[in-house]
């Protein structure tokens, strides 16, 4: 059974510091890496992809991926309240589908 | 910027009954998905379809479900007869072809099976 796990948190981070969100994997075929951030009763909205190990910067957000280790990770530099949300990590092997995690929820206070 | 778009957003339905969600994926792209998520659970793959046919689907879409591609910019999921363990959000995406796992999700419908 190949899965993605988060740990599902919530992660709490005051405005402005740097948000780390983690994710393992257990399929070594993986290829391709996404983040999606979800807010609650909306849909998956995808922020990062990565194909390469090492990092990836977009903007305010690094993705990091280490195939060795099976890790992925996502940064957040200077986190705002409003990036509060779930952050779903999911994972595409040689096949069409996704299988995503659970999702960890991060909270931004003031 | 362009977006995947569904309908109805809500549906309420009796168990037993039929439904179809429908989706209208970005228009350049050719690579069509059905996701669910249960009420605090995680995503999960449903099916997957290019070039007029399923190309992959997973254990949960049994024969109570069926995509169709209705005509050149609708993409439907049929639930035949509904069961209360249907009740989900669904969502649609879809990818381009240079970019085929890089998916992009449609705002979902909820479907509530009484």
């Known amino acids: 059974q190949k899965e993605v796990e988060q740990n599902s948190g919530p992660l709490s981070v005051p405005e402005g510091a740097i948000a780390s969100l983690n ?8 290829q391709s890496f996404f983040w999606y951030r979800q807010y609650s009763g909306k849909s998956p909205e995808l922020i990062m992809f990565i194909y390469s ?19 992925v990770s996502l940064l957040i ?31 931004v206070f003031p | 910027e362009p977006e995947v778009t569904q309908t109805p957003s809500h549906q309420v339905t009796q168990m037993g009954q039929e439904v179809i969600l429908r989706c209208v994926p970005i228009s350049n792209h050719l690579y069509f998905y059905w996701y669910r998520q249960i009420l605090g659970q995680k995503v999960e793959f449903l ?68």
């Open chain 1, 23 to 30: 994710c393992t994997y257990s399929d070594r075929g993986s």
């Open chain 1, 53 to 71: 190990n090492g990092d990836k910067e977009d903007g305010r957000f690094t993705a990091q991926l280490n195939k060795a280790s099976q890790y």
């Open chain 1, 77 to 107: 530099r200077d986190s705002q309240p409003s990036d509060s949300a779930t952050y779903l990590c999911a994972v595409g092997a040689n096949t069409d589908k996704l299988i995503f995690g659970t999702g960890t929820r991060l909270q």
């Open chain 2, 47 to 114: 099916v997957s379809f290019y070039n007029n046919e399923i190309s992959e689907k997973s254990e949960i879409f049994d024969d109570q479900f069926s995509v169709e591609r209705p005509d050149g910019s609708n993409f439907t999921l049929k639930i035949r007869s509904t069961k209360l363990e249907d009740s989900a959000m669904y969502f649609c995406a879809s990818s381009d072809i240079r970019n085929r796992g890089t998916q992009y999700f449609g705002p979902g419908t909820r479907l509530l099976v009484l």
